[in-house]
């Protein structure tokens, strides 16, 4: 590499690798004074869709990540049409993902959701529906040598400090499998089931035990509805539990059926939830889910579910402040806690738990019925996670080069402080 273009990549800001484009055959000139390039990978993993990176593509200095992301999804307008993002929380999301140096886990990898109308990046919890692709991008991405019929990845999950298990079906020459037989609720099709072991995942938003307050159930005062009884379990993220019915709601709310009103009411519940544990109401966790008996109701994308096809219905609003809406079918850490709390006697979800496929917990939301392995027991009084386990679909999207603005990471370095949790809440390893 000639001086000059070690000088242009140290006078770079933040970035460290002035640009890629001769390597990806575009252009050089004007782009190349203008902007960073960086390879990027767009996966459908279970209902989210996300831009995978890899992390030495990104500025060494954590606390540009934030700004580059703002700037690479379009943030700041809700539409999102200036940037690659979705304009929605399923998709405006984005996992860094690299080799590890742990001898127990493959590859590190980082969630970012990203704000949408906001200039603001979320890095305090991760999501579970992107987390099964991760092992397929890891494949992919050359992270990790892949064998026939299963490939095994073993992650670290940077946000939540976890180590996890991802199980990637590959064909005969190793590559991750695409086709299957295996569908869920608010997929198009079906594919190739992916497989993702959370069983240690416990303390993830708090870093203790399963039940933070140390009672399996709780008692919190919801402001305009009163004492509500909750149940508080931290894994995979953290969640507040209760009855729809207890805080005014029915439980089978969808998101256009007034989604301020109701999205307002799971809010209450967490910031109640907050102030019990003590925790700051900047942080997103623990997630509000509202829980309700089984009965036939409409999907929000047509059609009916009946009772006897789930266990209980869940329902959960967005995270405040990205979106003021209900979620339209259930996060995958969210599936998990909820799963690990119906097995478990005490809780206010086991109390609904109908228990229709043994070993399994039927989770009912707006598109559908989620599926989740779960098993726990009792020993000395304490809760023992045996298994949690989540099978999702993964598809490649696309592979290309995604461009950031340097004049744009400038300004916002200069609005946002270096001290922000936009910028990068997450340690490196």
């Not at 940077?158 to 609720?185: C, H, K, Q, W, Y």
């Not at 933070?212 to 508080?232: K, L």
């Not at 969808?254 to 700051?280: K, S």
């Not at 809406?325 to 005490?346: K, M, N, R």
Request: charged fraction near 20%.
């Amino acid at each position: 590499m000639t001086e000059d273009r070690e000088n242009e990549r140290a006078n770079d800001p933040g970035n460290g690798r002035a640009d890629n484009l001769a390597d990806t055959g575009f252009p050089t000139g004007f782009m190349a004074a203008e902007m960073v390039s960086i390879p990027a990978m767009v996966i459908r993993g279970g209902t989210s869709k996300g831009v995978f990176l890899r992390g030495r593509d990104l500025p060494a200095d954590r606390s540009l990540w934030g700004p580059y992301l703002i700037d690479m999804f379009g943030a700041r307008d809700a539409r999102q049409i200036d940037g690659i993002g979705g304009a929605m929380p399923t998709t405006s999301k984005c996992c860094i993902v690299e080799a590890s140096e742990r001898p127990d886990a493959d590859v590190d990898y980082t969630f970012a959701q990203i704000g949408i109308g906001e200039e603001r990046v979320y890095w305090d919890f991760n999501c579970g529906n992107l987390t099964p692709s991760v092992g397929t991008y890891a494949i992919l991405a050359g992270l990790v040598p892949a064998v026939a019929g299963r490939t095994t990845v073993r992650v670290y999950q940077t946000n939540t400090r976890m180590l996890l298990t991802i199980d990637v079906p590959t064909g005969p020459d190793g590559s991750p499998l695409v086709a299957g037989d295996f569908e869920m609720a608010g997929v198009t099709g079906p594919g190739a089931p992916v497989t993702t072991d959370f069983s240690r995942a416990i303390g993830a938003s708090l870093g203790g035990g399963l039940f933070p307050t140390g009672r399996r159930t709780d008692v919190i005062t919801v402001p305009g509805v009163g004492e509500v009884t909750c149940s508080i379990l931290d894994l995979a993220n953290m969640c507040v539990f209760f009855r729809a019915e207890d805080a005014g709601l029915t439980g089978l709310e969808m998101p256009a059926e007034g989604p301020l009103g109701v999205a307002e009411r799971f809010h209450e519940v967490r910031r109640a939830a907050q102030d019990l544990l003590g925790v700051d109401h900047g942080k997103t966790t623990p997630w509000p889910v509202a829980i309700t008996a089984a009965r036939d109701f409409e999907l929000y994308g047509g059609g009916t579910l009946a009772a006897g096809d789930y266990d209980f219905a869940v329902r959960f609003a967005g995270i405040q402040p990205m979106r003021d809406t209900l979620h339209e079918a259930f996060p995958g850490t969210a599936s998990c806690c909820t799963a690990v709390a119906a097995v478990t006697e005490g809780t206010v979800v086991h109390g609904l738990y109908a228990g229709r496929k043994p070993g399994s917990v039927l989770l009912a939301h707006p598109s559908g019925v989620s599926v989740v392995e779960a098993a726990t027991h009792d020993e000395d009084g304490q809760c023992v996670v045996d298994a949690v386990r989540i099978a999702r679909t993964a598809r490649p999207i696309m592979t290309g080069t995604v461009f950031v603005r340097k004049s744009e990471v400038e300004r916002l370095c200069s609005v946002i402080p270096a001290d922000d949790r936009t910028r990068s809440s997450v340690p490196a390893g």
